[in-house]
């Protein structure tokens, strides 16, 4: 049994791990039982109670945490809809951060405050905080599924040309993923986006490059992966929130890919990618969103086990 280093550790933008880290958490991510718990061994988290507060909407995060948390023996407490906690009353969210942690092992937080989770940690006393989605500032624990997906489907996670379209300003997986690409070496970031939806500079990187979104039917023949995302509608400001800025990415366009270039996408798509490009081999972001049950599980069990058995 190994002292385990990333025991308690929070994990709120994705460079709070380093790439060791990163790797031992998608090292984990392969032996992790998924949905299939064969061995008895793998209730790894019996015992522990993981507490959620989502205060914006989720299917995929949520379910697989839950789905994660369940499969490993773990159990989960809800803080549910906000009307029915005492912030309904005025309780201020440090107390409510205080309280919950004095209960369980961990919070799985999502809001649509950027500084909710850095806020959380102060108050919750060395029960490690994950960021589940932090307003449109980052999803780092996205970002280690979709690294988990690139390593599975390419076989590495450096040398690559990545294209990265659609609502970079907005869209916080985007942000942890450039961030989490630039630790590995010789990757590039062709960023494409509609006017006025651009990477902010606080997430560039040396990986990155400015891209003139229309050309992507000429660049798309040289990326190894395409990672596609929706314009977050909700988060518009109302200056732009009525403008198209609406792509699609269709059959036609994958033809002149790679036949090994994988696409990719954190999921809702909205209009992005056409139903009939679900059927080409390529289409990776089914399977890249299921891949979140084992690399989540790998995460819990790496924050919240004393010694690491496997
Ligand atoms: C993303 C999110 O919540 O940021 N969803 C997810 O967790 N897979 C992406 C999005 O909503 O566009």
């Given at each position: ?216 039917n000429?660049?798309i ?5 395409l990672?596609a ?18 792509y699609e990415i269709n059959q036609k366009m994958m033809d002149n890919a790679?036949?090994?270039m994988?696409l990719?996408h954190?999921?809702?798509r909205i209009n992005e990618i056409t139903a009939e490009v679900d059927m080409d081999p390529r289409a990776a972001y089914f ?24």
């Amino acid at each position: 049994m190994n002292e385990n280093l990333l025991y308690k550790k929070s994990i709120i933008q994705i460079d709070d791990y380093s790439r060791s880290e990163i790797e031992l958490i998608l090292a984990h991510s392969e032996k992790m039982p998924g949905k299939d718990p064969f061995f008895p061994q793998t209730k790894f988290l019996e015992g522990k109670i993981i507490d959620l507060a989502f205060f914006e909407p989720s299917t995929r995060t949520r379910m697989s945490f839950e789905h994660a948390i369940k499969y490993l023996g773990g159990s989960i407490c809800d803080l549910g809809d906000l009307d029915k906690t005492s912030l309904k009353k005025g309780e201020s969210f440090e107390d409510t951060i205080k309280i919950i942690s004095g209960y369980c092992n961990a919070i799985i937080l999502r809001s649509s405050d950027e500084k909710a989770c850095i806020e959380a940690k102060k108050y919750s006393d060395g029960v490690p905080i994950i960021n589940a989605g932090n307003g449109s500032d980052e999803h780092p624990t996205q970002a280690l599924l979709d690294l988990y997906t690139i390593k599975k489907k390419l076989g590495r996670l450096d040398c690559l040309n990545v294209g990265i379209i659609g609502d970079l300003k907005y869209g916080r997986t985007v942000h942890s993923l450039v961030k989490s690409l630039s630790i590995f070496e010789g990757n590039t970031c062709n960023l494409l986006s509609p006017k006025g939806l651009e990477l902010p500079e606080k997430y560039f990187t040396k990986s990155c490059i400015n891209c003139e979104f229309s050309d992507i039917n000429d660049l798309i023949k040289d990326f190894d992966v395409l990672y596609a995302t929706r314009i977050q509608k909700e988060r518009l400001p109302n200056e732009i929130k009525d403008e198209n800025y609406s792509y699609e990415i269709n059959q036609k366009m994958m033809d002149n890919a790679k036949k090994n270039m994988i696409l990719m996408h954190p999921l809702p798509r909205i209009n992005e990618i056409t139903a009939e490009v679900d059927m080409d081999p390529r289409a990776a972001y089914f399977e890249q969103a299921k891949n979140g049950l084992i690399v989540r599980q790998a995460l819990l069990y790496s924050i919240l086990r004393k010694k690491i058995i496997l």
